[in-house]
């Protein structure tokens, strides 16, 4: 779509409207001519075809300072002309701009409603407002639309009949959205989860699960050694996946075989996570490479498709095969040495090449890019303004995305503590010890959904990744910890229903396979790996909540920080609470599902308000109306019961219009 004094789209009344689109090309005051690229190649493609012509033409990159001062020159010009007709025409013009601003009123209003206005709009309302977040123009939607009334675009969709999309064997990955001096790239309409996503997440419900049991199966200090290494492997497969899903765009058969690889791997890597710390660690190792090094040839074949973020891509494919290299020394090291190396992997592989939030908009990278970039100014302002133009377009994570997955990741782990206190019963009256501790495993869990969801993740002003460098850093890494301190107690929460230390817990009750797990006295490490793991999950869960900027509720109970405060108080006593060695199961499970609800309890009380009763409305209901009858035959109906039939009552004629009370 073009614009200019010889070129206008008119809709209207004469009124230009541009249907939302972004100007392709437009005219300077002195008839060159200016074209606008939406990206790098775009922009020498456009140079290509144009230099063949003998017109004089501009040709700028959208969003650049070369074409913000060109709208600005043109902008300036147009409004010169329009001071130059007010003084000519007098009054007939301003009556012309009194119906020009009308229109343009009701085309922003109309233009709010279509699928831009409301794809940014919900974004902001949920996560935060945003001032470096652009959209890029969606160019193939254009096929099934036709302009209307010049206000607004009216879709076709007899066209979308004809308009199915074909599954190819391969397609060009493109780069869903990115980072540019400063700006952030989007496109208007969020990013959704595809399904082969979800597969990948029911694979690792088997993972949580066999790493926690693993660890429950012999609460020491080794077991939490090995809980960790393993837990945080398997993120970093998760995480690795979502990222190249989240960056790159291509939706064909060879993304779905490379998704098909990876949980060859992660199955893989699955089945030898019991016995890897004695004969199997070398297939666990062999497996989780496997995948990385995949990561890193997919990144390093990019390079050659994708030049345009080829330095990003090179950093994130040296830092995986160095992070492998460490990986494979670890089979040829001996324990304890294994584990100096081990944790180097893990740090480097996390740490410099994790995906992790940079700027307080969407963009993920590695940390290390962040600190080199931001601290080279102060070694050298060369050094800064060549690592800037350096890593000029960085691909950037898709903040809807991001945390849906996350959400996901979380619910399964949620799931995962539910299906742990599953038991079988075979007395005839099995309502006795076990079931009671599994009902207040129960209402643990769903205490925690009910704080994370509904209460830390609810009334969110700005969201931790669009808010600060720091919030976005913690919000990522926190949730690491808090999903394995979970895991972790979830565990040790399974094998303490079971347990027959308390009154009215007969093993025998018990199936045959639950009784021969069933122990008669508590384990120290069971009762550590129980409290310690739900305490730092719920202290990590604080912090999650501190990372975001959340909405002030007028008139509230409690502030968020004191709030915040009581529930740290109580995850520091949950820690605490395998020192009270007199507790059985019962009492314990008992004991810490009163601290969490006691949390929710705070959390619901705070965030009331003072003077608003909790248990609904009191007092007479309030009714507005506007009808063609009169107050006193609307009460005298409410009083009778009669039924009011509005077109008799229009005959008489009278209309009232007020707020009319009746108790």
Sequence with gaps: MSTGPDSRSTGSGGHPHHGGRRLRHFLRPDGRRVHVAQSPEDERKLRLQLESTNDDFDVYLHGSPEHLEALREVHGHHERRRDALRVTHGEAYDEFEKVRWELDALSTELHMITQHGIALDANFTKYGYAAHLRTRADHDSSASSTVGDGLSEVHDWEAERNNGSAIKFYRRPVVRQYHHKGLLWRAPQSEEVASFELFVDLLYVGIIAITGDTAADDPSGASLLHFCITFIISWKVWTDFTLMISWFDSDDMVQRLSVLFILACIFGYTTNVVDAGDRTYTQLIAFFLAARIFSGLYFTWLIAVLPTIRPILVWNACIIFICCALWIAT???????????????????????????????????????????????????????????????????????????????????????????????????????????????????????????????????????????????????????????????????????????????????????????????????????????????????????????????????????????????????????????????????????????????????????????LFGRHGRCSYTAECPMRKKDLEEAVRTGERLEIGALAEKGTVEKGLFEFS
């Design 331 to 613: 089979i040829h090291v001996k324990e304890p040495n294994r584990q100096a190396l081990i944790w180097i992997a893990i740090v480097l592989g996390k740490y410099l090449a994790g995906p992790l939030a940079d700027f307080p908009v969407d963009l993920y990278g590695g940390i290390s890019i962040v600190v080199l970039i931001r601290h080279s100014k102060h070694v050298s302002p060369r050094l800064a303004a060549w690592l800037e133009g350096l890593f000029e377009f960085v691909p950037a994570v898709n903040i809807e995305h991001k945390t849906e997955r996350t959400n996901a990741f979380v619910t399964l782990v949620f799931g995962y503590s539910v299906v742990g206190l599953l038991y079988q019963n075979r007395s005839s009256i099995g309502v006795n010890a076990f079931y009671g501790k599994a009902i207040l495993g129960l209402m643990q869990a769903f205490a925690f959904n009910w704080i994370y969801f509904e209460i830390d993740n609810s009334n969110i002003y700005m969201h931790a990744i669009r808010r600060k460098i720091w919030s976005s850093l913690l919000w990522n890494l926190t949730h690491l910890y808090f999903i394995m301190g979970f895991v972790l107690g979830a565990a040790a929460l399974s094998r303490l229903v079971i347990a027959h230390d308390c009154p009215n817990a007969d093993p025998d009750t018990l199936a045959e396979a639950y009784t021969a797990r069933s122990a008669a006295e508590l384990h120290p490490g069971l009762r550590w790996f129980y409290c310690v793991g739900i305490g730092v999950a719920l202290f990590w869960m604080a912090i999650i909540s501190i990372t975001h900027i959340h909405k002030d509720v007028s008139g509230a109970r409690l502030k968020k920080s004191q709030r915040l405060t009581f529930r740290i108080a109580v995850a520091i006593v949950l820690i605490c609470l395998p020192t009270a060695h007199r507790l059985n199961s019962l009492q314990l499970v008992a004991t810490v599902t009163g601290l969490v609800w006691l949390v929710l309890l705070v959390e619901l009380y705070g965030l009331s308000v003072i003077g608003v009763s």
